[in-house]
């Protein structure tokens, strides 16, 4: 099998790599102007390869969002043709759905938009997406993973009609690329799911912003332990 992993922040990225011992490889000549990044690897029969959005070259800061998922995984899926695409990353969780900080998520059902609004018979449904995550439940529970629903949108904060549509789909995890990386995939032929670790507590006390640089450190070690885990737990199936 051949898995792709995509990531927006250099910080979630680095642990993946270097505990996968991934190599970077470098842009095709066509995708030169863009700032995302490649790694490849192998892990027992499988090929493990790697996406980060990169830096804005505006702010020099890390790539986060639909847009960059986007671009990024329409690159890695050209550059590696991949079975299976992992959206890995933080996320907000809700205490109210038992969340907690550190806790990793392993995507289930489908992946929603929760910020995209077009009350038009049909755009309204294409802007929901509602794509389809393939069932690693069996992997999921061998590595004491919880199953959740992601749900993504462009902003941190969240408006009141960004809650209605996450209490629609009674979402665990509020992140901001795993729709768009699923619409890519899909596109591709290729199957989608996603790992989410918990940095902030969306229905908690405190400002997401605050609590998102706290918890970063322990919601990247988490996770990084958990993909290489998943990637690993893979080879052991195939
Ligand atoms: N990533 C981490 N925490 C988040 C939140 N509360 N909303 C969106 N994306 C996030």
């Given at each position: 099998?051949?898995?792709?992993?995509?990531?927006?922040?250099?910080?979630?990225?680095?642990p993946?790599?270097?505990?996968?011992?991934?190599?970077?490889?470098?842009?095709?000549?066509?995708?030169?102007?863009?700032?995302?990044?490649?790694?490849?690897?192998?892990?027992?029969?499988?090929?493990?390869?790697?996406?980060?959005?990169?830096?804005?070259?505006?702010?020099?800061?890390?790539l986060?969002?639909?847009?960059?998922?986007?671009?990024?995984?329409?690159?890695?899926?050209?550059?590696?043709?991949?079975?299976?695409?992992?959206?890995?990353?933080?996320?907000?969780?809700?205490?109210?759905?038992?969340?907690?900080?550190?806790?990793?998520?392993?995507?289930?059902?489908?992946?929603?938009?929760?910020?995209?609004?077009?009350?038009?018979?049909?755009?309204?449904?294409?802007?929901?997406?509602?794509?389809?995550?393939?069932?690693?439940?069996?992997?999921?529970?061998?590595?004491?993973?919880?199953?959740?629903?992601?749900?993504?949108?462009?902003?941190l904060?969240?408006?009141a009609?960004?809650?209605?549509?996450?209490?629609?789909?009674?979402?665990?995890?509020?992140?901001?690329?795993?729709?768009?990386?699923?619409?890519?995939?899909?596109?591709f032929?290729?199957?989608?799911?996603?790992?989410?670790?918990?940095?902030?507590?969306?229905?908690?006390?405190h400002?997401?912003?605050?609590?998102?640089?706290?918890?970063?450190?322990?919601?990247?070690?988490?996770?990084?332990?958990?993909?290489?885990?998943?990637?690993?737990?893979?080879?052991?199936?195939?």
């Amino acid at each position: 099998m051949r898995v792709l992993i995509v990531m927006a922040m250099h910080a979630e990225a680095e642990p993946v790599v270097r505990e996968l011992g991934l190599k970077p490889v470098e842009t095709p000549p066509w995708a030169a102007p863009v700032p995302m990044r490649l790694w490849r690897g192998q892990i027992g029969a499988n090929e493990v390869d790697l996406v980060v959005n990169g830096q804005d070259p505006e702010t020099g800061l890390d790539l986060i969002g639909t847009q960059a998922a986007t671009a990024s995984t329409m690159l890695g899926c050209e550059a590696f043709k991949p079975d299976l695409v992992v959206s890995a990353g933080t996320c907000g969780g809700f205490a109210k759905r038992d969340g907690s900080i550190g806790k990793v998520y392993l995507a289930t059902d489908r992946v929603w938009y929760h910020d995209r609004r077009v009350p038009i018979p049909g755009f309204e449904q294409m802007a929901r997406g509602g794509y389809p995550v393939a069932d690693f439940s069996e992997v999921g529970s061998r590595l004491g993973l919880e199953p959740g629903v992601v749900s993504t949108g462009d902003s941190l904060d969240l408006s009141a009609e960004d809650s209605e549509r996450i209490e629609e789909v009674d979402a665990h995890a509020k992140e901001m690329e795993a729709a768009a990386v699923a619409w890519v995939a899909g596109l591709f032929g290729a199957q989608f799911t996603a790992l989410k670790s918990v940095t902030d507590i969306v229905d908690g006390p405190h400002p997401p912003e605050e609590e998102f640089f706290e918890n970063l450190k322990q919601a990247t070690e988490n996770l990084a332990a958990n993909v290489v885990g998943f990637v690993n737990e893979l080879g052991v199936r195939t």
